[in-house]
Nanobody, 121 residues
Framework: QVQLVESGGGLVQAGGSLRLSCAAS????????MGWFRQAPGKEREFVAT????????KYADSVKGRFTISRDNAKNTVYLQMDSLKPNDTAVYYC??????????????WGQGTQVTVSS
């Protein structure tokens, strides 16, 4: 069992930066892939970024590539999402997830409660 708690969301102007953190409890954290997803009002939850258990492989959605950076610290049971050059259409609730999946939500068994990111123009 893994419990996930996101933090770091907030209100930022376009062009600004935020760093999201996802703290995990549970001994199995270091064995899971970790993903970040987001959901805007009226839209489906979409993939943002994912990282393998070892950090050896990373994938980003095309919409955030070059602006967002995912990383993890297995010693701290934490995964991060550094978000730079934020745009208004990045506004969404951001969720972290743990599991064996990659870019599909169905591959992740554990989800956090989400943190709101709002980017003003």
């Amino acid at each position: 069992q893994v419990q996930l708690v996101e933090s770091g969301g907030g209100l930022v102007q376009a062009g600004g930066s935020l760093r999201l953190s996802c703290a995990a409890s549970g001994r199995m954290f270091s064995t899971y892939n970790m993903g970040w997803f987001r959901q805007a009002p009226g839209k489906e939850r979409e993939f943002v970024a994912t990282i393998t258990w070892s950090g050896g492989a990373i994938k980003y959605a095309d919409s955030v590539k070059g602006r967002f950076t995912i990383s993890r610290d297995n010693a701290k049971n934490t995964v991060y999402l550094q978000m730079d050059s934020l745009k208004p259409n990045d506004t969404a609730v951001y969720y972290c997830a743990a599991g064996v999946g990659w870019i599909r939500t169905t591959g992740y068994a554990y989800w956090g409660q989400g943190t709101q990111v709002t980017v003003s123009s």
